[in-house]
């Protein structure tokens, strides 16, 4: 059984488009995250929501906008996309103290 | 911001060597994790040690924490090709949902 899923694996889109991408995590975890990691392998904290209200919300271009419909599942819209924006984006989950965090498997963006 | 820093940045070794990776930080932590991230997949975690703790072990995995210093590190012992991969640090503080990453160590084990 997969414990953090993410759809779809691989996105490869063309600038200006819109696009979202799709977490979910079957642990029972209160606690969501999305990370960017580039090239370099640079793992930055995006957003975090912890039942379904949001904790963590770094520097991110408006154009990222997360959404929690519910604790199990934690989405990324992303407007306008740029080619910057090319990475691999993961979700992650998390309960209690301390926090050790279950990463999904990971979307490859590539922005054409 | 960006907090952990893991050194080296990469290290080969042969199997059955050990392979030794540092990771300093800045700030105080209520935890330090180690994480490891195989080539084209998610980050996997490997162990956690606690600020008030010095030593742990997990199989053939030995973590250090020298809080005076701000550093930790992470020994695999009698290496595998199978722990060729990416090493990561973090760290918490506060609520400890928040975790500050290192740059990640790369480690290549050569059968």
């Known amino acids: 059984d997969t414990a953090v899923s993410q759809t779809p694996k691989y996105l490869v889109t063309q600038m200006g488009n819109d696009k979202s991408i799709k977490c979910e995590q079957n642990?029972?975890?209160?606690?969501m995250y999305w990370y960017k990691q580039d090239s370099k392998k640079f793992l930055k904290i995006m957003f975090s929501?912890?039942?379904?209200?949001?904790?963590i919300n770094e520097t991110v271009p408006n154009r990222f906008s997360p959404k929690s419909p519910d604790k199990a599942h934690l989405n990324l819209h992303i407007n306008s996309l740029e080619l910057g924006d090319s990475a691999v984006y993961f979700c992650?989950?998390?309960?209690?103290?301390?926090?050790?965090?279950?990463f999904g498997p990971g979307t490859r963006l590539l922005v054409l | 911001s960006q907090q952990g820093e893991e050194d080296p940045q990469a290290l080969s070794i042969q199997e059955g060597e050990n392979a030794t990776m540092n990771c300093s930080y800045k700030?105080?932590?209520?935890?330090l994790q180690w994480y490891r991230q195989n080539s084209g997949r998610g980050l996997v975690h490997l162990i956690l040690?606690?600020?008030n703790e010095r030593e742990k072990h997990s199989g053939r995995l030995r973590v250090t924490l020298d809080t005076s210093k701000k550093s930790s590190s992470l020994l695999i012992t009698a290496s595998r090709a199978a722990d060729t991969a990416s090493y990561f640090c973090a760290t918490a503080a506060g609520n400890n949902r928040k975790l500050i990453w290192g740059l990640g160590t790369s480690l290549a084990v050569n059968p």
């Open positions: 929501y912890n039942n379904k209200e949001l904790i």
């Open positions: 992650a989950s998390s309960q209690g103290d301390p926090a050790t965090q279950y």
């Open positions: 700030t105080s932590i209520n935890n």
């Open positions: 642990l029972g975890h209160d606690t």
């Open positions: 040690i606690r600020s």
